[in-house]
């Protein structure tokens, strides 16, 4: 019996190889895929103890560092199933998180147990904490503190593929997240195509900046290295000087476009710097055209766009060897069906029209966590899920993103849902309704803007709003800017007309 996503990861791994090299203030680490085994047995081992059975939910919120890896392996290897949260959430978010997936363990960054201490004792969830490494001495948590005491034997628990290996919440056009299940075979599918699609080998070093409670920097990322028995450079977040600093020592690099836009802001970044590297790829949020041809004319490099979700992985990719094209996501990628459809029929539309882009494959998750409505609701009778995003096939076959057909805002690569938001400023003292809407942001390609109307009488004032919502809401959603209007345009049938007010307020966070 096996463990199908880790011992798929991890099987051929030779053990003498290097896995990470973690620049650090002082020294830098480095790990060993030996080390990943060991430290990965050591945390199921705690886990295990902690009595986390098969199934079990361990929901994470930790600062990123190559230990909080090590615990998403660790999990996937005890058999229990990994649900990262964004370190930006709020304590309110979190507990609906919590009381939704209800894990067995929530492990958080110790600065923030104080404030999760008595939410956990509510909802019966075991609170551990998890810090970024210093050295033995320096305890930077319970769960590194335990991990030092654990065995570095343990036997991986068998799943099958169809067990679940990961939930990722990700929001609702109602405002509640649903918990998107990824069972191993998900993962794993995802992994084997991508490593051989984009051509990694052992001899890659990926340049890691993403963060690691999403799809593109935890599963994208990590697994395609460890699949592929590659190495990682981990760098705690995005930052211009230390990705100018690390990249010559670099194969390949994942980024959302606002990481390729800040790099051409800076001169240090130019063709003698990436020389040697052999990939650059974008994803998360459309790339535009200027940046990819920019980014062409500075470094002599074509960046691979490809397209996916929480819930489906990666469905398309441009061409690693073809032609790379600007301001499209490629192609369907092996075993992943495509198809456009008529947004009301539900038929499959011609090539060159505009329609919502449904995906169905092995790589397609296998529902929302306790959901089975929403489930079927986003499913066809035949399997294919329908994703929300407006597209069209053109002559060439490749594949273009034009738009969403659901009302999200998508800022520097993070998921941003208005109606959450419009939910929380319709609350606010004085406030008669609100819409919220994108527009363009220099460095975040879209942001946040909140429009309220003011009950009569009322009179709102931005600052008062924005630090009245401050502690309900990642500070990433939060409206950069609030604009208050007499009333919301609004179409004969009575919606609110957001096209309208996104062309009003196009400028707004621009100049
Ligand atoms: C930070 N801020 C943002 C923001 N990130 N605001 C809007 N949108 C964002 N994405 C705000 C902070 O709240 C703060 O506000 C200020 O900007 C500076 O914060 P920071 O932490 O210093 O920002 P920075 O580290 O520069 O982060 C920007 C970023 C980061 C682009 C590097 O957002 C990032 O790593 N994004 C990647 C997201 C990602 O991995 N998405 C993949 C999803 S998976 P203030 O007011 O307090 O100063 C997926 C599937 C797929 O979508 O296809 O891949
Ligand atoms: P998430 O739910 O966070 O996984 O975000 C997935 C959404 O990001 C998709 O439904 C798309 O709207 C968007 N997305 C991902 N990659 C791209 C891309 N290359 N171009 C345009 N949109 C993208």
């Not at 894990?103 to 019966?124: G, I, K």
Request: charged letters at 25%; aromatic letters at 8%; one cysteine or more.
């Amino acid at each position: 019996m096996t463990n199908v996503l880790f011992d798929s990861l991890l099987g051929k791994a030779d053990p003498a190889a290097q896995f990470a090299h973690i620049p650090g203030e002082d020294n830098d680490r480095y790990y060993t895929y030996q080390d990943v085994m060991d430290v990965s047995a050591r945390f199921a081992n705690v886990l295990t103890n902690m009595g986390v059975q098969p199934g079990d939910r361990v929901a994470v919120q930790v600062p990123k560092s190559i230990e909080a890896l090590m615990l998403y392996l660790a999990t996937v290897r005890a058999g229990a199933v990994f649900l990262p949260l964004n370190t930006a959430y709020t304590a309110s978010e979190i507990s609906y998180f919590l009381e939704n997936a209800s894990p067995t363990v929530f492990v958080c960054d110790p600065n923030r147990a104080e404030e999760y201490t008595s939410l956990a004792q509510d909802l019966d969830v075991r609170l551990e904490t998890m810090g970024v490494w210093q050295n033995e001495e320096t305890s930077a948590g319970t769960m590194l503190d335990a991990g030092l005491k654990a065995s570095t034997t343990f036997e991986t628990v068998a799943r099958e593929g169809s067990d679940l290996g990961a939930i990722l919440y990700t929001s609702g056009t109602t405002g509640r997240s649903k918990g998107a299940m990824l069972t191993h075979d998900n993962l794993l599918s995802n992994a084997e195509t991508l490593v051989d699609y984009w051509k990694f080998t052992k001899d890659d070093v990926l340049l890691h900046a993403l963060p690691i409670f999403h799809t593109h920097g935890l599963f994208v990322a990590t697994n395609i290295v460890l699949m592929a028995g590659a190495s990682i450079i981990m760098l705690p977040g995005f930052n211009a000087d230390d990705v100018i600093h690390h990249l010559p020592k670099s194969t390949s690099m994942m980024g959302v476009p606002t990481f390729y836009t800040r790099l051409l802001g800076d001169t240090r970044f130019d063709k003698e710097l990436v020389r040697h590297m052999r990939l650059f790829v974008s994803g998360s949020a459309p790339l535009l055209a200027e940046t990819h041809i920019e980014f062409e004319e500075r470094t002599g490099h074509r960046i691979l766009e490809r397209y996916g979700m929480t819930e489906t992985n990666m469905n398309t990719s441009n061409p690693y060897d073809g032609e790379r094209k600007a301001g499209t996501v490629g192609f369907p990628l092996p075993g992943v069906e495509v198809r456009i459809v008529d947004p009301a029929s539900g038929e499959e539309i011609p090539d060159g029209e505009i329609g919502i882009l449904e995906v169905r494959g092995p790589n397609v998750f296998a529902g929302y966590w306790q959901m089975p409505d929403k489930t079927r609701e986003e499913f066809r009778d035949d399997g294919f899920f329908i994703t929300g995003d407006m597209a069209s096939v053109g002559k060439d076959g490749y594949i273009q993103i034009v738009g969403r057909s659901k009302d999200l805002i998508i800022s520097g690569g993070y998921n941003i849902y208005p109606k959450e938001i419009e939910l929380l400023l319709d609350e606010q003292p004085g406030v008669l309704e609100s819409a919220v809407i994108g527009v363009p942001h220099p460095d975040f390609g879209e942001g946040v803007v909140g429009i309220l109307v003011a009950k009569p009488g009322n009179t709102i004032n931005e600052e008062t709003v924005l630090s009245s919502i401050r502690d309900d809401i990642a500070r990433f959603k939060q409206p950069k800017r609030i604009i208050v209007m007499d009333e919301l345009p609004r179409n004969t049938m009575g919606k609110v007309q957001k096209n309208q007010l996104r062309e009003t307020y196009k400028d707004l966070l621009t100049t």
